[in-house]
């Protein structure tokens, strides 16, 4: 698995700004992403996926892109308020493979 | 509908003794996960059952053990626990299993080993 230490790449922005999360994958048989966002002492909690015959995918508020050319995902947030606050990881998989998770970001939003 | 939902939420347990976390998926899915995470190594697979078979297994030691009923909830079980044992420990469940199916967690147990 990936190592998600106590020091997690932290991204904060203003209230109201967008926010874009990033994040490389490593096996190019991956055909289905998901983000989570997961808040202190809870469980992930699934946001927006996108099969890889998609390069983009809108949800409310949230646009996920994936490039498979450079194996990386983005998790776009508009107009980002201080509920977003949280850690959001990328997940893969492909067949029946069990989901390998990212390393998480913080996103800190400032009021 | 109800998520997934696991039991018991918080727990302390004393190094060599075995514990019995339980996980009830979302009504209809038939492949529940689960998983470890940790501050140190983020989120690790240990085993996923569909339809109670093991159907993979991540690389955790032989403490480390699951099984699922004929109604899909499921147990996974960890035994002479150690302090490195200490934890949230997550379950998701998905209709089928694998690639293309939104994967649901639960909001996880927290271990603690003393």
């Known amino acids: 698995g990936e190592n998600v230490g106590l020091h997690l790449p932290t991204l904060s922005v203003q209230e109201g700004d967008n926010s874009i999360i990033n994040c490389a994958y490593s096996n190019s048989a991956s055909d289905y992403f998901i983000w989570y966002k997961q808040e202190s002492g809870k469980g992930p909690q699934f946001i927006i996926d996108i099969r890889s015959n998609m390069d983009k995918r809108q949800g409310q508020r949230v646009t996920v892109l994936l490039n498979k050319t450079v194996k990386h995902l983005s998790l776009q947030i508009a107009a980002t308020q201080p509920g977003d606050s949280a850690v959001y990881f990328c997940a893969e998989n492909s067949g029946n493979t069990p989901l390998v998770f990212g390393k998480g970001t913080r996103l800190s939003v400032i009021a | 509908k109800a998520g997934v939902t696991q039991t018991p939420r918080y727990l302390i347990k004393t190094r060599g003794q075995q514990v019995t976390l339980s996980c009830s998926p979302i009504?209809?899915?038939?492949?529940v996960s689960w998983y470890q995470q940790t501050p140190g190594q983020g989120l690790q697979f240990l085993f996923e059952y569909f339809s109670e078979t093991q159907r993979n297994k991540g690389n955790f030691p032989g403490r480390f053990s699951g099984r699922q009923f004929s109604n899909s909830r499921s147990e996974m079980n960890v035994s002479t626990l150690e302090l490195g044992d200490s934890a949230l420990y997550l379950c998701?469940?998905?209709?089928?299993?694998?690639?293309?199916?939104?994967?649901?967690f639960g909001e996880g147990s927290w271990l603690t080993v003393v």
């Open positions: 998701a469940s998905t209709p089928q299993g694998g690639s293309g199916n939104t994967i649901y």
């Open positions: 009504s209809g899915h038939r492949s």
